[in-house]
């Protein structure tokens, strides 16, 4: 399996940086990121690979499906898989979720986003069925 890199957070402050270094490992970006997705009105859910929808059968819940992140030339890029909702308009719900990933990411992280790609892979309808 492959080992994801881990990303790091370097303290502005001299007083800070003489206790040491944050690392921030990637499944909380990606945790992060999914639950921002998930508070976007528009969406229904972040869609996941195999192994997290068997994990997700189990109980265990996935914040992070649905998301990967890259560091590319030194700034975080975001691709999110998502569900949106039928009867919403998928460019401005998508916008949304941009905007909502970037704040988030940097509120809780103080990293700035290069990029965040939103690809929808399915629409839900009200009788709850995915059409992918």
């Known amino acids: 399996m492959a080992e994801k890199a881990n990303s790091f957070i370097e303290a502005n402050s001299s007083a800070a940086e003489s206790l040491g270094r944050i690392e921030l490992a990637p499944e909380v970006l990606e945790v992060i990121i999914g639950i921002a997705t998930s508070e976007v009105q528009g969406i ?30 030194n700034k975080l890029t975001i691709d999110v898989f998502c569900i949106a909702e039928d009867g919403q308009l998928i460019p401005q719900v998508a916008a949304n979720v941009q905007k909502k990933i970037k704040e988030a990411v940097y ?26």
Do not use: P, Q, Y
Not at 107 to 132: A, D, L, P, Q, Y
């Open 107 to 132: 509120h809780m992280t103080s990293i700035e986003t290069g990029e965040v790609n939103v690809h929808v892979t399915g629409i839900r309808s009200e009788v709850n069925s995915v059409t992918e």
């Open 44 to 73: 229904a859910m972040t869609s996941g690979n195999f192994a997290s929808g068997v994990a997700e059968k189990l109980g265990k819940v996935m914040h992070g499906k649905g998301v990967k992140t890259d560091w590319v030339d």
